[in-house]
């Protein structure tokens, strides 16, 4: 199983930037997956997820300003994130369960998640 995420960058605040999270050796559409994010000397925070059944969940501290879709077609989970904001700069990662082993309502623990990708970072700046 392998996670690669990619589209950190340096954002200004209110700007906008989609994360991409890439998977690979696992059947795709029967995982759910995660973004999270950790900001240094804080815990990692559960941001979303997309269910293999195209059901999405957030928290309430990007609920509004981020959207989570997927591409069964490749693999691919991204995140579209507006309305940027200094305390969203962390380090973010995709993370992958088995959608029989998944509940919805527990859906921003990290520990619920098996396969982590190794982050990508972004700045939101001015």
């Known amino acids: 199983v392998q996670l690669v995420e990619s589209g950190g960058d340096l954002v200004q605040p209110g700007g906008s930037l989609r994360l991409a999270c890439v998977a690979s050796?696992?059947?795709?559409?029967?995982?759910?997956i995660g973004w999270f994010r950790q900001a240094p000397g804080k815990e990692r925070e559960g941001l979303a997820c997309s269910n293999n059944d195209g059901q999405q969940y957030y928290t309430d501290s990007v609920k509004g300003r981020f959207t989570i879709s997927r591409d069964n077609a490749n693999n691919t989970v991204y995140l579209q994130m507006n309305s940027l904001k200094p305390e969203d700069t962390a380090e973010y990662f995709c993370?992958?369960?088995?959608?029989?082993?998944?509940?919805?309502?527990?859906?921003?623990?990290?520990?619920?998640?098996?396969?982590w990708g190794q982050g990508t970072q972004f700045t939101v700046s001015s």
């Open positions: 993370a992958a369960v088995l959608s029989d082993w998944y509940t919805p309502n527990r859906f921003d623990l990290p520990w619920e998640y098996p396969y």
């Open positions: 050796g696992f059947t795709f559409d029967y995982y759910a």
